[in-house]
């Protein structure tokens, strides 16, 4: 089993910055990839972005290409999500996930942490 465990997210004002972490636990060996997504109210949950778990291969939802970035501290078995000029409609319950391999469906999740993004 992997726990995953959010946290960093906040109130911010449109245009502000926040990073999310999500540090892995248990079986860190058997991750592949780990991917953040979010849910807004009333709305299905999305793409965010996602990393492999060698660092060298990331992905990101068209929305917030040139704005979000997703790292990993390899030591510390963390993932980070570095969002920058933060729109209101970025505003959502953001999780991470991880999948243990490429055509595995994302199997652990966290609990997720709020982001809200005022105007």
């Known amino acids: ?26 079986r860190t060996f058997s991750i592949y990839a780990v991917g953040w997504f979010r849910q807004a109210p009333g709305k ?15 992905s ?19 993932v980070y999500l570095q969002m920058n000029s933060l729109k209101p409609e970025d505003t ?6 991880a999948r243990p391999g490429p055509n595995n469906e994302y199997r652990y999740w966290g609990q997720g942490t709020q982001v809200t993004v005022s105007s």
């Open 1 to 26: 089993q992997v726990q995953l465990v959010e946290s960093g997210g906040g109130l911010v004002q449109a245009g502000g910055s926040l990073r999310l972490s999500c540090a892995a636990s248990g």
């Open 44 to 58: 299905e949950r999305e793409f965010v972005a996602s990393i492999n778990w060698s660092g060298y291969a990331t």
């Open 92 to 97: 959502a319950v953001y999780y991470c996930a």
């Open 60 to 78: 990101y939802a068209d929305s917030v290409k040139g704005r979000f970035a997703i790292s990993r501290d390899k030591p510390q078995n963390t």
